[in-house]
Every structure is written in structure tokens, then in C-alpha cells.
């Protein structure tokens, strides 16, 4: 049992026995270190403002990821090393991305400044980037600027980000590689008092005893949804149990049949995988949060969290995914569309939690298609998600599986339309149409802020004639907005 | 100094330093996290404690009684001043919602109470535990509903002609009505102070302000003290956009946290907190009615407007004073409604007026166009003026619009441009292509400076702020060039009640006011320097003073003792006979989605006529940083209000979403080499909320092109357009 957290910062190991369950990163550099570098402009998750890197050994490699550390608590960083904008300049020489930030005009008012610079550092150490506008739009969606207008961010990405590093970082790999090797160990980790503690056990059946215990503890995977119930909703969490020590829990493995995903694999490390399954996953996955959110936020969690807007639930339940749960008691799977009982309720027993799940791949049979819908490009929530599974044999749909997200208190299949689209003939869309309307009688979304009842209906049906234009293939270009058309006299009529 | 007449020839003609491409010289400073905001200013002063603010949660009506008990009993706190504790504060000049005292209940998440404790977490802790007990009154939140019952009634506010005539006559009219929503400013950094206020008698405060001699002032008027007992800093801010025109309650709370703990308090306001405790930008809805011959001349323009407004005004938001100016016609009536709401109080954000006017005004010149069935560019052109056309007497000083919009549609290729919508496509994308104009005024407002040069060395002073616009180093640039010494040797420091008072930071009037502040104390440094050479032909290069045939070293010259300087400028009457603006050209092409109808901005360029470009890299930042700001005005950009209870119910950067990244495409910005003698002696006038001016039209005009679908209520959703996609193409 180790009762400190262990990280990496400035060539030097810092210990801490001091660590709240709900102190965060942001506020442990700002208030106690009085490092005031990293800034605030939400405290949740959607500026960037807050960005640090985090360098941590990646089947040896020492990677570096961009994080939001205004919703990181501070006992994540366990074994890492925190980088923030502080450490970049040598003596007075800026650092190659501070430099380009500086030339290319990057910074104006500067508030968002140091998130960017971090963001672009990790870039700057990220290796094999294609070097395009694209990728480096990607990778810093997750800071708003409302000064620049980004373009200047992204000619200074673009000069410095892409050369082989060279800066005191790479230098010292070998040695920040020793370091963190010799910090890496495999005691728990437990920090505070029985009532109150930030904990981090080193194994699956630790966690298993440990949750036990302490039904009433939060468990913790990226923390870019229990980050915000700290610092938006200002809830009171005592208990903090944090899965990223357990050995095995990050595992992502791809077979003929399928992905195993481990419950503390991260959008960054599912992506491959998850777009080699489907182009339309990889696109998802991309769009989810922002780089920072896919760095620490779990497929795990977004499931565990239960939310009727989480993204990746619809598509995995239309490709059939089965999750596992694991308690002290036994393991259990189950259909993932069965764990989403109602609004706000999972299937999860008291010490029960997620140990991992399986989406299986496809087969040649099966089109699969889904589509997020937001106002924002990236970095935004959906008001409506659909993914769709259809299996097609000799031009005709023998099986479908729809899965909306933003239709209802929970991420749910459409069973009428998937009933009334079975037979239906894929070159012939005047079949689609009894599948269309069977939506209205699938779902009774609700108006909020982020969209209006029928706005939400209108745009669950687009996406599903959009699905079956595309996989239909058949000239596309005509019959793809009449499709719509003909649901709408189908109704009429 | 007075500028009294237009400036001829002059040395920044010959310019060395101005109009340079010049890198921010306090860029290094911010990308490695050193320049220091007002919430981290540990270092000012000791012994801070922390503040943090309680919010009202009806829109309007009044606290019958508070329990602070728990939180005065709470760990860490040192004080706890209420609303219900102390007498309405003043209302000052320049604000219209009360920021603190007294039981009456105005706007929703008014602040009510604040807690100073020790740290933040208690702070926090503590507020949570003051037990409110409202009578809430109803409120008027409905614009729409004040709108209906509005149209029509009042006086016009501006008219000439015979408008009614000129449309019963005309061969062709137009008469739309356009909407445009609440947005917030959503600068980055949140209002944040530092507060010293520990005998009750001096005050210091360290905070985030646009406008430091109007920070002061108003504090003075709020607590009713003297301003020679008040101090205000803020050398840095991270972002404005007229958020930090004016005081705000974070200030205020610091203060009286201050005063009741007696130490400093430090205070931010949370992101959820800003939205409704802040200003905003009004909603506004715009009938515009347009008549012309079948040659394409405009023969009338009525424009008739509502925005709302706090009770007591301060809304700037009046969409059709551009409309008076822009394009000719000899008849026409302009009407502006400000409608009292009960809503937090609307205020100047980039580009007040213009910004919301242009939304609207320039689809309706695009729907004119096409109903006149003629190219938008050849129709604007065709109906540009070189004179003010309500008071022909009147010239504008230098006015460009025409060679933007040809060179816009020469760069652009808008020869090439999409003709029927779902006729050019990109696979599953209809590609559409649309243009604006722009008009934004071009005020000045007196500014001072003070300069010392100290063995070759030129420091320069005053209460100027940097918003993100660049004065730092475009002030610097101003003295290197005056005194003829290389950027390095110049050190200007900003943002300090104890300098001159300036133009400050807002209305586009902050990069010509002040440099010509800097110029003018700059004069008045070369005269002095002149006087002590006992000549009166003096010239500086090279970090050289040269008198007749003899250089001296400016180091020399002040080795011994530093030679200082102060003079502001003022701007002469004259000013007032001309129509002194910026102008500018938008293209822009979209693509919108064939099946789900999102619109994705594809490409951008705008060509502006400013006048001097002081510096084209802080000027082109300028730009495209309000084009990118009108992308999420047009596709985004939306305070949601809850109409029964009245407030923004969207109120943190996930619910109100201005534009990322990948939202924003490839930007271009072209700037007319065009210079204006009659607004100041560097003949510069400003850009920053030029940028934002016409582009969301122009983007509206495009998505129209891809599709065929009008949407004239802003943002464009795509539920606006879901059910209105063409049919066939
Ligand atoms: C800026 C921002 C943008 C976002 N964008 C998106 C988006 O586009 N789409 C989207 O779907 N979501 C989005 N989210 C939400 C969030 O990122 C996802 O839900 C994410 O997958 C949560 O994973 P996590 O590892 O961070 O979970 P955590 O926050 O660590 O935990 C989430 C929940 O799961 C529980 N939990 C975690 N692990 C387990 C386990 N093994 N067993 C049982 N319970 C567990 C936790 O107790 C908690 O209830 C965004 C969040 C932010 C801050
Ligand atoms: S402060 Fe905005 S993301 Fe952390
Ligand atoms: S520079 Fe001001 S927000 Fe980016």
C-alpha cells in the first residue's frame, strides 16, 4: 500500500501525501503551486484554457497527451509526467511551438495561449502526423480561441509541429523513461481516511474488495464526466476510486470476430480498432469531445455514465455489443442495450462495475452506418445519433438492428422500424418507407435547448433514409433527398 | 494637440516601423504563461482572500429574507456582505443594471451575496449554504411579443424623401423581416479583480477592463468616493469584445468583500455565472422594405427595428443606424424600438448595431438582386456614395466600397460561382456561394500618453489597454517611428489609472485614437528635444537626433537626466462634417449536406478598406478573428431564452457554442492599400469589428445559393431548412 501519489515534473519526482479526492490538477498548479501559467475559462471541460500534457510509457514509448487539468483530479496524474507551459522555454529561449505561436501571431489577447502551446507540444512529440491542416485542426479542436479566428494557430502548427522533436523533452527521454519505469509499481494506492479518500488499487480483485467496501465511493476512468459533477454541479465525492493503475483494464484487442475493449481503454487508444471495424466509427470517434476529452474519457465510462445522449452507446448497440461486469460476487454479460434500464438507472448491482466489452465486427452480409448530429463540428453534444446495422442478403434487408441517441431517456432501439424494414428491398425505396414512419412510433423525443420534439423526429428519419441511400449505392445523387419525399406521402396518403 | 484639418504629407508616409509586419511584442510574454492576468496577481499585494459570488435564480421580483448564518459559520470564511446588508449601490453613468445592494431583484443571476473566505472550495462551500427566500414577480422576457405590438407605432427616427410614394411607384420591392438572437461576447478569460479596499478609504483594483479612466469613474459613482482615491490596473486582458467596456460586478463584490474583511479579495466569475450576471448583445428582429427601377437603382430603404434593453437604456444594438449611410437612394425612413425587458442588461458587443443591421440588411440586398435579377456585386455598386445620402452635404472622407467588392470577386472567382441552387455539388454536398458588404464606422476619441527617453531608450505610458488587439505594439511602433529608433529600444506600458487617460479599447476607435495620442506626446518630446538644441529643424533616424548637418545619439542626448513628455490628442470639429468609416467586401462559399442539411463553410475572403494598416499581421488577425466570430453568429451563435422564468438558459461554452476549428475554414483577407487623411495623422483607421461586419450575410446568401432556401432567423439550423430541401437537382 502506498499512501502518496508519484509524478514527474521538471526532471524531478514529485511526491505528494497530500491529495483531496476532489482536488484537481488545475488547482493544485494555480493555488498550491502558484503556477498560474495554465489558465481557467470554464472549468469544464470545453475551452482548453487548462491544457497540460502528460507524458506516460506506452509499450515503452514515452507518449505525450494533451489533458484538460481543470477536470483531472489531482491524483490521476499517479505515475506521469505532468508538462505544463511553464516547463517549455530553456533559461530564456522559447520552445520551438512557443516560438512559431510568437512569429505566426498565434496568440492575441493570449488567455487561451498556454492551452494551445500545450496542445501543439504533445503535437510537436506526437510522431508519423500526417502533415495537413486537417490533422492539426483535429488535434486542437479542443481549444476555443475567440480572438484569432485559428488560422494563425494552424501556420504555426503547421511550421513547428512536424519535424522530428527537438527540444530538451526529447533529450531527456531516456532518462524521463528511466524515471517514470522505476515509478511505475503495482501497490494500491490509498490516500485519506475511510470516510474520505482518493484511492487507486493495483488489481481487479483489490477493486473488487475495495468497491465492496465502499458501495457508495465513485468510481473514476477519465473523469471528463465525473470532473464535471465536481466542478460544475459542486457535488460533495468523498470517496474517489480511480481504475487506471489496474494492469489489463486498458486492453484493447481486435479479432476476426470482433473488439474486446477493456473498461479503461480510452477513445485515443479505441480508435484504430474502432475505425478498422467501420469508417463511420472512426469518424464518430473523432467528433467525440475533443482531443484532450479522447484522452482520458473511456468507452467505458461514456456506458457507465448512462447518459441518453452519450455517443458511442446507439452505435454499439447496433452492432450488438455485450458488456461485462465484474463484482466481488462473480462476473456477467449482458446485451448493451439491456444495461440502459431508464433515465439516470443502469443495470448495476451494488459493487458491481464495468470490466470491459465486445462489439462484434461486422460480417460481409451487414452495412453499417451511423451519424452524429450537432451544431458544432466537434466538441459539441449531440441532440440526435443514429447508428443502423442492416443485413443484406441478395438485395434484401433479412435483419436490422437502429439504435437512437437524443430519441429517448435512454440510448434505444427503434423495434418498429427495424420489424417494418426486415423484407424491405434496398433498390427500391418505395419499400423504405413503412420503415420511416415506424420511427414515429418508435420514439417520443422531447424538446430542450439543445433541440425541439420534431426537430429531433425530422432528423432521426433524415439519417435513416441517409443510411439506406448510402448503402444503397443506387444513384445516390438522384434519389437522395426524395426518399424523404416519398416517407412523407407515404404518411400523408 | 488638437487635429484640426486632414494631414498632409507626412512621415509616416516614409514610414520605417509602422505598416510593417511586425510579430506582437509581448507575444513571448503570453505563450509561456508569463504575462499575468488579473486573477493571478499574487505578487500586488498580500494576505489575499478569496471571493466568491451568489446569483439571483428569479428574473425578476424581490428577497424577502436571506440566512447566512451556516455560511458566516462556515471553515475558512472571513465575511459575508449580502444584498439585503447594504443600500443600493449607485447606478453608474455608464451602467444600467444596479450591481449590487438592496432587496429588489432585476435580472436573473444578479448578484445577491459574496462570500470571502480563505480559499476557493470554502468560498464556494459557503455560498452554497445561504438560504434565499424570494417573492417573485412576472417579468417581460418576450421581444417577439413586443415587436407585434410595436411595428408601426413611433415616430421614424430618421426620414427622408417621400418614402411611402417612392413605393407605391416602384417597379420592384422587396419586404422581409429578419431575426437575429441574444449572443454573448464569450471572451475567454472570465471578469476577474483583485480588490484593496482593507481601510475602507483607498482602493485599489487589479482587473480585466477595456476601458481603465471609465473603470475608475465608475467605481467612484458606485461607492460614492472620490476617484483620486481609487487605482486601476489592467495590464492584461484576455479578451473584451465590449464584455469589459464597463464595471462589472466582479469588481464590486472584491470591493466590498474587501472592505468587509479588511484584506484584498480576489474574484472571478464562474463561466455558468457570466451569461446572465454579465451584458450581452440584444436579440433584434428588422423589417427592411427595399424599392427599385428595373435599372437596379434603390429608390427607397425603410428600415424599422427592435432590440431590447435594459430599463434606463445603454443598448447600442440599433441595427439601423447603418442603414442611414450604406448604399444610395434618395428616399428613406429608418425606426429603431428600444424594448424595455426584463432581461440582464444588453450592451455594445463588437460592432454595435452594425453587426445585428448587416445580418439582415445584406440578405435583403441579396433577395433585391435577385429579384431584380442582377449579379449582388453589380447591384451594390451600382448603388454605392461617395456622400452621406440623407445629408448629401455631407462627404464621406475616404470610401473604397467599390474597389472592395471588385477585387473580392476577381480573388474569389466569383465569375465562376454557383447559378441555381443543387447545381454545382461536391458528392453528397450542395455547394453555394454568396457575398456581403460591410460599413463600420470609424470614430475617435480623445487620447493621451505620456513618453520618457531615458539614455536612448523610449518608454511610453498610458492607460491604453490590449485587449488582444495589438496596442502594444502598435503604440511601440508608433514612438519607434517618431523618434526614429528600432523597436527594441521602445518599452510601452499600458493599462494604469496613474497614466495618461486614453482613448481605451472599444467601438473601433482604439488603434487610431491612441496611436494618434502617441504621436501627439511624441511631438511634444522632439519639441522639447528641439528646444534644447535651441533649433527648430529637427529630424530623427537612425536613433540619431539630427539638427542642421549635426547628428547626436538619442542616448546622448538624455544620458543624464530622462526627457519626458505628455500631450493628448483631441480630434477637431471638422470631423463632425465628414462620414469617416471602414468598408468591406465578404465571399464566402458553403457546402450544405443534400440529406441532413448541415451547412459547412467552405471558404472565406474579405477585402477591407481601412485606411493605414498599422501592422498587417495584428490587422489581418483582427479580421479574420470577426469573420470567425459572425461563422458562429450565423450557424451557432444563440442565447436560448426561457420565457417564462426570463434568463439565457444556455449558459456555459458547452451550451453556447462559438465556433471551433474545424467549423472554420480557409480565410482570406485582402487589405486595400487605401489611406484616410481626415481621421488622423497616421490616416489609420481601425478593423476590429470591421471583420465581424456582413460576413454572417454573406454565409446566409450562400446557404441560399447551395439550396434555394431563405432563412432570415439567425442561426441557420439545419431543422430551419430539414424539410425544405430541393426535391429534385
Ligand atoms: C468537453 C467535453 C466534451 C464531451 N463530448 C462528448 C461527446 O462528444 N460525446 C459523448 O458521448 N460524450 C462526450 N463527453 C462526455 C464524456 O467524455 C464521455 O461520457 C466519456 O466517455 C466518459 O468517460 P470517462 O472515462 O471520462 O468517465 P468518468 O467521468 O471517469 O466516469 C463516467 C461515469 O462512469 C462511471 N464509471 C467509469 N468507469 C466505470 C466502470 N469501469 N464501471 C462502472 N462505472 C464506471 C463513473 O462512476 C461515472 O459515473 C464530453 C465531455 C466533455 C468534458
Ligand atoms: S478551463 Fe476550460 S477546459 Fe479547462
Ligand atoms: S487569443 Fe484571445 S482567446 Fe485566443
Known amino acids: 500500500m502506498r499512501d502518496t501519489i508519484r509524478f514527474l515534473k521538471g526532471g524531478q519526482v514529485v511526491e505528494l501525501e497530500n491529495v483531496g479526492p476532489t482536488e484537481t490538477v488545475l488547482d493544485y498548479l494555480r493555488l498550491r503551486c502558484r503556477q498560474t501559467g495554465t489558465k481557467e475559462g470554464c472549468g469544464e471541460g470545453d475551452c482548453g484554457a487548462c491544457t497540460v500534457a502528460l507524458g506516460r510509457l506506452v509499450d515503452g514509448k514515452l507518449v505525450y497527451q494533451p489533458v484538460n487539468s481543470c477536470i483531472l483530479l489531482l491524483g490521476m496524474i499517479d505515475g506521469a509526467e505532468l508538462v505544463t507551459v511553464e516547463d517549455l522555454a530553456l533559461d530564456s529561449k522559447l520552445h520551438p511551438v512557443q516560438a512559431a505561436m510568437v512569429e505566426f501571431h498565434g496568440s492575441q489577447c493570449g488567455f487561451c495561449t498556454p492551452g494551445f502551446v500545450m496542445s501543439l507540444f504533445t503535437l510537436y512529440h506526437a510522431h508519423g502526423q500526417e502533415k495537413s491542416r486537417k490533422a492539426v485542426t483535429e488535434w486542437i479542436a479542443g481549444n476555443l480561441c475567440r480572438c484569432t479566428g485559428y488560422r494563425p494557430i494552424v501556420d504555426a502548427a503547421l511550421d513547428a509541429c512536424f519535424d522530428a522533436a527537438d527540444d530538451a523533452f526529447s533529450w531527456r527521454a531516456n532518462e524521463t523513461r528511466e524515471l517514470l519505469q522505476k515509478l511505475a509499481d503495482s501497490r494500491d494506492v490509498f490516500i485519506g481516511e475511510s470516510d474520505s479518500f482518493f484511492s487507486s488499487p493495483a488489481t481487479l480483485d483489490g477493486l473488487a474488495a475495495l468497491y465492496g467496501q465502499h458501495p457508495d465511493a465513485t468510481l473514476v476512468a477519465g473523469a471528463t464526466d465525473v470532473g464535471l459533477w465536481i466542478t460544475k454541479q459542486l457535488r460533495d465525492l468523498p470517496k474517489m476510486i480511480w481504475l487506471g493503475r489496474i494492469e489489463g483494464l486498458e486492453r484493447v484487442e481486435s479479432s476476426p470476430s470482433g473488439v474486446l475493449i477493456g473498461a479503461m481503454a480510452t477513445y485515443e487508444t479505441t480508435e484504430e480498432a474502432m475505425s478498422d471495424l467501420s469508417p463511420d466509427l472512426g469518424v464518430l470517434w473523432k467528433r467525440i469531445g475533443s482531443k484532450q476529452v479522447r484522452a482520458s474519457g473511456t468507452v467505458g465510462g461514456n456506458i457507465a455514465n448512462g447518459s441518453p445522449i452519450g455517443d458511442t452507446p446507439p452505435a454499439l448497440i447496433a452492432l450488438g455489443t455485450t458488456l461485462e461486469l465484474h463484482s466481488s460476487e462473480g462476473s456477467r454479460a449482458l446485451p448493451l442495450e439491456k444495461f440502459f434500464l431508464d433515465y439516470g438507472k443502469q443495470d448495476r448491482n451494488s459493487g458491481e462495475f464495468v470490466t470491459g466489452l465486445f462489439v462484434p465486427r461486422p460480417s460481409s452480409n451487414q452495412a453499417f452506418r451511423c451519424y452524429k448530429i450537432s451544431k458544432r463540428f466537434d466538441q459539441d453534444i449531440s441532440s440526435v445519433m443514429g447508428a443502423f446495422r442492416f443485413t443484406i442478403d441478395d438485395g434484401t434487408i433479412t435483419d436490422a438492428r437502429i439504435a437512437y441517441g437524443g430519441m429517448a431517456a435512454t440510448p434505444k432501439r427503434a423495434e418498429h422500424a427495424e420489424r417494418a424494414l426486415t423484407g424491405a428491398l434496398m433498390d427500391d425505396p418505395s419499400t423504405w418507407g413503412a420503415g420511416m414512419q415506424a420511427l414515429l412510433s418508435d420514439y417520443k423525443p422531447m424538446t430542450d435547448m439543445r433541440a425541439s420534439a420534431e426537430y429531433r423526429m425530422e432528423t432521426a428519419r433524415a439519417l435513416l433514409a441517409k443510411a439506406l441511400m448510402e448503402i444503397s449505392g443506387t444513384a445516390p445523387d438522384e434519389i437522395r433527398v426524395l426518399a424523404i419525399r416519398e416517407a412523407d406521402n407515404d404518411r400523408a396518403a | ?729
Open chain 2, 1 to 729: 494637440m488638437k487635429f484640426e484639418e486632414p494631414t498632409s504629407d507626412n512621415l509616416f508616409d516614409r514610414a520605417m516601423v509602422i505598416g510593417k509586419a511586425t510579430p506582437r511584442i509581448d507575444g513571448p510574454l503570453k505563450v509561456s504563461g508569463q504575462a499575468p492576468y488579473a486573477y493571478e496577481r499574487h505578487d500586488v499585494v498580500e494576505d489575499q482572500l478569496v471571493g466568491y459570488p451568489l446569483g439571483a435564480t428569479i428574473g425578476r421580483g424581490r428577497i424577502t429574507a436571506m440566512d447566512t448564518e451556516a455560511a458566516r459559520n462556515a471553515p475558512g470564511v472571513a465575511a459575508v456582505v449580502t444584498t439585503l446588508d447594504i443600500d443600493p449601490l449607485e447606478i453608474s453613468s455608464f451602467n444600467n443594471a444596479r450591481l449590487f445592494g438592496g432587496n429588489e431583484v432585476r435580472h436573473y443571476h444578479q448578484a445577491i451575496a459574496v462570500v470571502v473566505a480563505e480559499t476557493l472550495e470554502q468560498a464556494r462551500h459557503a455560498a452554497e449554504m445561504i438560504d434565499v427566500t424570494y417573492e417573485e414577480e412576472e417579468g417581460n422576457f418576450d421581444l417577439e411579443k413586443a415587436w407585434q405590438n410595436g411595428l408601426g407605432t413611433d415616430e421614424a427616427d430618421a426620414e427622408t424623401g417621400n418614402v411611402d410614394e417612392a413605393f407605391a411607384s416602384a417597379e420592384v420591392t422587396l419586404d422581409e423581416t429578419y431575426r437575429t438572437p441574444d449572443q454573448s461576447h464569450a471572451m475567454m478569460e472570465p471578469h476577474s479583480s483583485i480588490a484593496d479596499w482593507s481601510d475602507g478609504e483607498n482602493m485599489t483594483v487589479w482587473t480585466s477592463s477595456q476601458m481603465i479612466a471609465w473603470a475608475r469613474k465608475s467605481l467612484a459613482e458606485t461607492f460614492d468616493i472620490d476617484e483620486d482615491r481609487i487605482r486601476v490596473e489592467s495590464p492584461f486582458v484576455g479578451g473584451g469584445f465590449g464584455a469589459k467596456l464597463f464595471l462589472r460586478s466582479d469588481a464590486v463584490l472584491a470591493a466590498l468583500g474587501s472592505r468587509a474583511a479588511q484584506r484584498p479579495v480576489k474574484l472571478t466569475l464562474p463561466r455558468p455565472f457570466i451569461f446572465n450576471n454579465a451584458t450581452h448583445r440584444s436579440a433584434t428582429i428588422q423589417r427592411i422594405r427595399l424599392a427599385a427601377g428595373q435599372d437596379g437603382r434603390l429608390t427607397a430603404i425603410e428600415h424599422e427595428a427592435a432590440a431590447h434593453e435594459f430599463e434606463g437604456g445603454g443598448n447600442e444594438e440599433n441595427p439601423t443606424n447603418l442603414t442611414k449611410l450604406f448604399y444610395a437612394g434618395a428616399n428613406r425612413r429608418v425606426k429603431h424600438h428600444d424594448v424595455v425587458l426584463d432581461l440582464p442588461e444588453s450592451s455594445s458587443m463588437r460592432a454595435p448595431g452594425e453587426a445585428s443591421g448587416l445580418m439582415a440588411f445584406e440578405i435583403a440586398m441579396d433577395e433585391m438582386a435577385e429579384k431584380l435579377g442582377m449579379d449582388p456585386v453589380e447591384f451594390r455598386i451600382l448603388n454605392d456614395t461617395q456622400v452621406d445620402p440623407m445629408n448629401p452635404d455631407v462627404p464621406f472622407s475616404d470610401r473604397n466600397f467599390v474597389d472592395c467588392l471588385k477585387v473580392g470577386a476577381e480573388r474569389f472567382g466569383w465569375s465562376d460561382r454557383n447559378r441555381k441552387p443543387g447545381d454545382t455539388r461536391d458528392g453528397l454536398w450542395m455547394v453555394g456561394h454568396g457575398m456581403a458588404g460591410a460599413y463600420r464606422g470609424a470614430p475617435t476619441l480623445t487620447s493621451g500618453a505620456r513618453v520618457r527617453l531615458e539614455r536612448g531608450h523610449l518608454t511610453v505610458e498610458t492607460d491604453m489597454t490590449d485587449i488582444g488587439t495589438g496596442s502594444y505594439t502598435i503604440l511601440a511602433q508608433t514612438g519607434a517611428e517618431m523618434l526614429g529608433l528600432p523597436l527594441e529600444q521602445v518599452t510601452v506600458k499600458l493599462g494604469d489609472s496613474r497614466f495618461p487617460a486614453s482613448s481605451g479599447s472599444g467601438g473601433q476607435f482604439g488603434a487610431a485614437s491612441s496611436t494618434a495620442g502617441v504621436y501627439a506626446a511624441c511631438v511634444a518630446l522632439r519639441e522639447e528635444i528641439a528646444r534644447r538644441l535651441e533649433t527648430d529643424d529637427v529630424r530623427f533616424e537612425d536613433g540619431n537626433v539630427i539638427a542642421g548637418n549635426k547628428a547626436i545619439p538619442l542616448e546622448e542626448i538624455s544620458a543624464d537626466a530622462e526627457i519626458t513628455a505628455e500631450d493628448t490628442m483631441e480630434f477637431g470639429d471638422f470631423q463632425d462634417d465628414l462620414e469617416i468609416g471602414t468598408f468591406a467586401a465578404h465571399f464566402v462559399e458553403v457546402g450544405v449536406h443534400a440529406a441532413t442539411a448541415e451547412v459547412r463553410v467552405r471558404r472565406m475572403l474579405a477585402v477591407c478598406d481601412a485606411g493605414r494598416i498599422l501592422n498587417p499581421v495584428t490587422a489581418r488577425s483582427q479580421v479574420i478573428g470577426g469573420m470567425t466570430m459572425a461563422l458562429g453568429a450565423a450557424l451557432s451563435e444563440q442565447l436560448a431564452v426561457d420565457k417564462p422564468r426570463g434568463y439565457f438558459v444556455n449558459h456555459d461554452l458547452a451550451g453556447y457554442e462559438v465556433a471551433v476549428h474545424a467549423d472554420v475554414p480557409d480565410q482570406e483577407v485582402i487589405f486595400l492599400d487605401t489611406l484616410d487623411p481626415a481621421i488622423s495623422p497616421l490616416k489609420a483607421k481601425g478593423v476590429g469589428e470591421l471583420g465581424i461586419c456582413g460576413v454572417a450575410a454573406a454565409i446566409a446568401n450562400a446557404t441560399y445559393n447551395a439550396t434555394g432556401i431563405r432563412v432570415r432567423d439567425y442561426p441557420i439550423t439545419l431543422d430551419k431548412m430539414l424539410d425544405r430541401l430541393p426535391e429534385t437537382f
